[in-house]
């Protein structure tokens, strides 16, 4: 069983900074890309930022140049570095990986639950 469980979300006010992180953990063989994803209320979930196992990044436009996604393959860990945060990156964000189970399998893909973030005006 592999669970994602992330961490850091929280209320915070309009400028200020959080750090997400989010640990894999059960039978794991390795893990291919990670990302954060996010939603609002009303609104479809969307991709914020997305990172390969050699550290290729890909970002929202909302992203680029405030957030900054990295990753520890060590200790199965991705995180999002979120600065000059605004009203409207308050959402929940969601931890996303493509996990392989064992030397033969494919590549499936695993959620978190969630954590809310809060961006006070």
């Known amino acids: 069983q592999v669970q994602l469980v992330e961490s850091g979300g929280g209320l915070v006010q309009a400028g200020g900074s959080l750090r997400l992180s989010c640990v894999a953990s059960g039978s794991i063989f390795s893990i291919g890309p990670m990302g954060w994803y996010r939603q609002a209320p009303g609104k479809e979930r969307e991709l914020v930022a997305s990172i390969t196992p050699a550290s290729t990044t890909n970002y929202a436009d909302s992203a680029k140049g405030r957030f900054t996604i990295s990753r520890d393959n060590y200790k199965n860990t991705v995180y999002l570095q979120m600065t000059s945060l605004k009203p409207e990156d308050t959402a929940v964000y969601y931890c996303?990986?493509?996990?392989?189970?064992?030397?033969?399998?494919?590549?499936?893909?695993?959620w978190g639950q969630g954590t809310q973030v809060t961006v006070s005006s």
């Open positions: 996303n990986a493509r996990i392989r189970l064992n030397s033969g399998s494919g590549l499936y893909e695993y």
